[in-house]
């Protein structure tokens, strides 16, 4: 009896002590050292939820740094395995597949997060692109956001890096019928950017086998997509870059037939970008654009940009906003890509030569009830402003070279 009560006062005896530890508020068998007479470093004061943000930080700017804490000490390191969160992204620089294959198991059942965007005017290494693609093909699904971004000219780029996961088919042999591989559907994908200028394959892709039921914001650069209803129907948020292999009333057409499918739209940013080709892209429109005005009811914002190299105002530009119809717009953007605002003070630029005739279809196009107008490098047009000011009586904020409130409206 008495050896019953000495193993209990023992045993909530420990216990206190273990209490009395100035310890996070995580499980202690998962914070503590195995070296019981361990010094425990003040840091250690810290909750976790702060360390673990710190840790979330420093992993953006370093793709090696989680493995750099897991080393310092045991609680940093069972703090870091532990918390799957910390290894759902992938990055081009992660240093090999080993390493790939090593943060998708860490990270368990969380989602991922791939960005895949080489050094800037460096060739990106093709054989390791392809390795990284094909190992993340069968966690696609996982896949929360997927970011492609490439600046430097390689032949056959893209079908390195988006070749595995599009359409691809099956033969069911019972049933003698062809079936998508459901590896390549993107389930949780939610964010989707592809941005290669100097891509010069002409071709369409199809992706993830059409299915991807979370997708609101794609952001595209120079390529062709099929712009299926099931992927992107469901759309608030595109940034789209013309990729230039088709241009006139064609380029038109083919951005209106993607609006008319992404018409849930809630932002909406367009940019025409000029290409010299050696011959005639081939443009099959798979749904014939009607005439008249194309229905964005939800749309709030709208960015018009201008490449740098342009010389003027495109014509698609223009002729694509006087075939919208936004009722519900509130912030109108005009983006020169040439112009800097830490440059504005001594570079001015001179205003496009179309830059009236533009501004005068923005009156008729563009519903006077906007409230933010902004207007920067070669849209500038100070004469203009009254003019614009009588039209638009609801503006609440004129943005002018990034200087705001330059006219008491």
């Known amino acids: 009896m008495q050896h019953a009560i000495d193993s209990q006062t023992i045993s909530s005896s420990k216990r206190f002590t273990l209490c009395n530890f100035a310890r996070p508020s995580l499980t202690f068998s998962l914070y503590r050292s195995p070296i019981s007479n361990l010094q425990h470093h003040p840091v250690h004061i810290l909750p976790p939820e702060l360390l673990i943000r710190i840790f979330e930080l420093g992993s953006f700017d370093d793709a090696l740094f989680l493995i750099t804490i897991s080393h310092v000490c045991h609680p940093w390191r069972m703090l870091a395995i532990h918390t799957h969160t910390l290894w759902r992204r992938l990055s081009f620089c992660s240093h090999g597949l080993r390493l790939w294959k090593e943060r998708i198991a860490r990270a368990r059942g969380c989602s991922l997060d791939v960005t895949i965007t080489p050094p800037q005017h460096h060739f990106p290494d093709m054989d390791a692109l392809a390795l990284q693609l094909h190992l993340l093909v069968p966690h696609i699904s996982r896949a929360r956001s997927f970011e492609l971004r490439f600046s430097s000219y390689s032949p056959f780029l893209w079908n390195t890096a988006l070749g595995p996961i599009c359409r691809q088919e099956q ?59 099931e992927l992107y129907g469901r759309l608030t948020y595109l940034d789209y870059t013309h990729h230039g292999f088709t241009t006139g009333p064609t380029a038109v057409d083919e951005v209106l037939g993607m609006i008319r499918v992404s018409c849930a739209l809630r932002e909406l940013r367009i940019c025409f970008r000029e290409r010299v080709l050696d011959g005639e892209v081939l443009y099959l429109p798979r749904d014939n654009v009607p005439a008249g005005q194309t229905h964005l009811l939800q749309l709030e914002r709208l960015v018009l940009a201008v490449d740098e190299s342009d010389i003027d105002i495109p ?86 070279d990034g200087v705001e409130n330059l006219v008491h409206m």
């Open 171 to 229: 033969q069911d042999d019972n049933m003698g019928r062809h079936a998508f591989t459901p590896s390549v559907r993107a389930l949780q994908l939610e964010r989707l950017t592809l941005c290669y200028p100097e891509n010069d394959d002409t071709k369409e892709f199809a992706l993830f086998a059409g299915v991807a039921p979370r997708l609101h914001s794609v952001t595209l650069d120079g390529i062709r997509l099929t712009w299926l209803p």
């Open 315 to 400: 014509p698609e530009l223009t002729s694509l906003l006087s075939r919208l119809s936004v009722p519900n717009l509130r912030e109108l953007h005009l983006v020169d890509l040439r112009f800097q605002p830490a440059n504005r003070r001594w570079w001015k630029p001179a205003p496009f030569l179309g830059l009236g005739d533009a501004l005068s279809l923005f009156q008729v196009t563009i519903p006077s009830s906007i409230k933010v107008l902004a207007m920067a490098g070669r849209w500038t047009d100070h004469s203009s402003i009254p003019a614009l000011a009588k039209r638009f009586k609801e503006l609440h904020n004129l943005e002018v």
